[in-house]
């Protein structure tokens, strides 16, 4: 064993051996460029906090005007915004304000006409192949289960919204690719989709980058886990329940066993008992 390393040993010259330490070191490099997503306190997490509506309304707007773009919502209807983020009349408007394809109709032939509540979000493409067609190949993915589809959640989203930067020296980033350290690999090709002040938020809200960000994650968690706020509002009352059944049980049963178990056994000698006790 040793002769045989030793004979693979004066094979190496010094020139290729610190081509291979070079070549690791690089590799390694280029492997930490994948980061993990930060933890963020989103304010919807916490065991007793729901949503904020406000935030999920200027979370559409985001995705209205910039994501929609690209990027469809399949399981996103009209109708589930009412309550939420818009009013009934606000939804309907909303709805009315784009053309939706419908029929046949009785000539057999398709049509247009204004949306109504129980249409979904209007997709930006007709189908996956044009859409791959005027991207360059890149089918952009459905935003409706986003949040829950990717590992990270919220943190995920955020960070890729928010972390595009330069790639480092040495990293080989191809034509129409964009660097970003989480995104799987790094080159990621949807561009930067936000700005500073790329859209005005209706309740004033300065629009910066991490503040669309954090508002359009919102309301993909949102999309993605509709049923959040009332999950959490029923599982306290249920709580409350259990707590207020637990110390109704806990008092019944003090109150049914306090005879029994608070009794007290003495003992008393019979006249019998007595004597003998006093004989001896």
Partial sequence: MFARLTSIKSLLS???????VAGG?????LASTDLDAPHYPWPHNGFFSSFDHASLRRG?????????????????????LIGTTHTEEQARALAESVMVQ???????NMFERPGKL??????????????????????????????????????????????????PHGFALRQGLYYNPYFPGGALAMPPPLNDG????????????????????????WIAEPEHDERKKNGTAFLFGVVTATAFAAYWKRFVWHPLKARR??????????LRRDKY
């Fill in 102 to 108: 419908d029929g046949p109709n009785d000539e057999g």
């Fill in 265 to 274: 056994i003495t003992w008393v000698d019979t006249p019998s008992q007595q």
């Fill in 14 to 20: 010094p020139s290729i051996v610190v081509g291979l």
């Fill in 25 to 29: 070191l690089s590799t390694t490099v």
């Fill in 198 to 221: 790329g859209i005005e938020y209706e309740d004033g809200t300065p629009a910066t980058i991490t503040q669309q960000a954090k508002d359009v994650t919102a309301f993909l968690n």
């Fill in 118 to 167: 129980f249409d979904s979000v209007p997709k930006p493409y007709p189908n996956d192949e044009y859409a791959r067609f005027i991207n360059g190949g890149a089918l952009p993915p459905d935003l409706s289960l986003m949040v829950k589809a990717r590992h990270g959640g919220c943190d995920y989203v955020f960070s890729i919204l928010t972390g595009y930067r330069d790639a």
């Fill in 60 to 80: 559409f707007e985001v995705y209205r005007q910039v994501c929609s773009t690209c990027h469809s919502m399949k399981y996103l209807h009209y109708r589930n």
